[in-house]
T-cell receptor
């Protein structure tokens, strides 16, 4: 079974600074997908960024980028030029590429607070 | 495009009572998921449907939880009888058919259940 570990329960940074959220995972599979989801206080889960394990290039989405280290099973999220609207819970999640096993396995989350 | 709809948004019941949650996925999405998110934890899959068939219900406490998706569209999740430990947010998500290669899951706003 896959596991996802987020070792930073809470983080806070000043507005406009850069912050990195850590995530490690454990799996015996070679092909899979990794995600970062954002859950603001309103509770709706929103996809921030995704990474296919077979791609060596790290994914980027505007101010969000990942550092994917497949051998180390590490998948960190970097938020550049942080904004007040980035305040939320951030969840790292794993998905198998095997058909019939598309469930997301989530970490326990990191509560990020952007300080004005 | 309309998102995933869920109702009710909040529900308070006493232990041993029954409760039902409703989910309407994004139009055309064949795969539907129910997740349970206990306070302070990441969401955990309860059940996954592909059209109106169950793909994965290994984490569903079948002695008290049931779910159905009779026409392959809307879904209901029922708890009977409820226990105190069922207090959680119940999230519904949907995605295109897994084999289509589009694996992104879209989440609804969730139903917050409090069992007293």
């Amino acid at each position: 079974a896959q596991t996802v570990t987020q070792s930073q329960p809470e983080m806070s940074v000043q507005e406009a600074e850069t912050v990195t959220l850590s995530c490690t995972y454990d799996t015996s599979e070679n092909n899979y997908y990794l995600f970062w989801y954002k859950q603001p206080p309103s509770r709706q889960m929103i996809l921030v960024i995704r990474q296919e394990a077979y791609k060596q290039q790290n994914a980027t989405e505007n101010r969000f980028s990942v550092n994917f280290q497949k051998a180390a099973k590490s998948f960190s999220l970097k938020i550049s030029d942080s904004q007040l609207g980035d305040t939320a819970m951030y969840f790292c999640a794993f998905m198998s590429s095997n058909f019939g096993n598309e469930k997301l396995t989530f970490g326990t989350g990191t509560r990020l607070t952007i300080i004005p | 495009e309309a998102g995933v709809a869920q109702s009710p948004r909040y529900k308070i019941i006493e232990k041993r009572q029954s409760v039902a949650f409703w989910c309407n996925p994004i139009s055309g999405h064949a795969t539907l998921y129910w997740y349970q998110q206990i306070l302070g934890q990441g969401p955990k899959l309860l059940i996954q449907f592909q059209n109106n068939g169950v793909v994965d219900d290994s984490q569903l406490p079948k002695d008290r939880f049931s779910a159905e998706r009779l026409k392959g569209v809307d879904s209901t999740l029922k708890i009977q009888p409820a226990k105190l430990e069922d207090s959680a947010v119940y999230l519904c998500a949907s995605s295109l058919e897994a084999r289509s290669g589009s694996y992104e899951q879209y989440f609804g706003p969730g139903t917050r259940l409090t069992v007293t």
